[in-house]
T-cell receptor, first 114, second 111 residues
Framework: GAVVSQHPSWVICKSGTSVKIECRSL??????MFWYRQFPKQSLMLMAT?????????EQGVEKDKFLINHASLTLSTLTVTSAHPEDSSFYIC??????????FGAGTRLSVL | GNSVTQMEGPVTLSEEAFLTINCTYT??????LFWYVQYPGEGLQLLLK?????DKGSNKGFEATYRKETTSFHLEKGSVQVSDSAVYFC??????????FGAGTTVTVRA
């Protein structure tokens, strides 16, 4: 099946720094990618929808200036957590939608902000 | 709004036991319904889906039927294996490709 690679799988950073997470579709082109956030023992919450070549669409309550999303190509989307704080610590997951409208998920990135 | 409620876990079973994970939903219109599975250390994978009422999705011995009258999409497997140990997520999509997930149910199958 299709593969979505997410990198890094785990990152630890100091409060106030920015962290970039990459999401790549390895064997298909994805016009749409999605970014989710998952808290411990809770469900995935959609943060934003990323369309190639256009601005991301953010869900209500998600700060667009805090979570910068770039979808520069059909195989790569990035999420940058700017000026990270401990409350941003979470598990971030991306998915990519193929032409058959199936979403394929990355393995996730665990962000720990000290 | 759209929401999914699924059975809380964790669920622990013996091999060859019958598994049911309940899932009900609230949505406007006629959403597509999904079950995703997450094996340890891996990303979510689509297990099965149904796009309209009375559709039955099936894969790897798992089945779920889209029940519009009860707004449910319960997941079942007749005989589980240790390799079925994972977290299972019920989800819906109201045709805009955005997925709304349930909280997930952790299933552990013991030999």
């Amino acid at each position: 099946g299709a593969v979505v690679s997410q990198h890094p799988s785990w990152v630890i950073c100091k409060s106030g720094t920015s962290v970039k997470i990459e999401c790549r579709s390895l064997d298909f082109q994805a016009t749409t990618m999605f970014w989710y956030r998952q808290f411990p023992k809770q469900s995935l919450m959609l943060m934003a929808t990323s369309n190639e070549g256009s601005k991301a669409t953010y869900e209500q309550g998600v700060e667009k200036d805090k979570f910068l999303i770039n979808h520069a190509s059909l195989t790569l989307s990035t999420l940058t957590v700017t000026s990270a704080h401990p409350e941003d610590s979470s598990f971030y997951i991306c998915s990519a939608r193929d032409l058959g409208d199936i979403q394929y998920f990355g393995a996730g990135t665990r962000l720990s902000v000290l | 709004g759209n929401s999914v409620t699924q059975m809380e876990g964790p669920v622990t079973l013996s091999e060859e036991a019958f598994l049911t994970i309940n899932c009900t939903y609230t949505a406007t219109g006629y959403p597509s319904l999904f079950w995703y599975v997450q094996y340890p250390g891996e990303g979510l994978q689509l297990l099965l889906k149904a796009t309209k009422a009375d559709d039955k999705g099936s894969n790897k011995g798992f089945e779920a039927t889209y029940r519009k009258e009860t707004t449910s999409f319960h997941l079942e497997k007749g005989s589980v294996q240790v390799s079925d140990s994972a977290v299972y997520f019920c989800a819906l999509s109201p045709n805009d490709y955005k997925l709304s997930f349930g909280a997930g149910t952790t299933v552990t199958v013991r030999a």
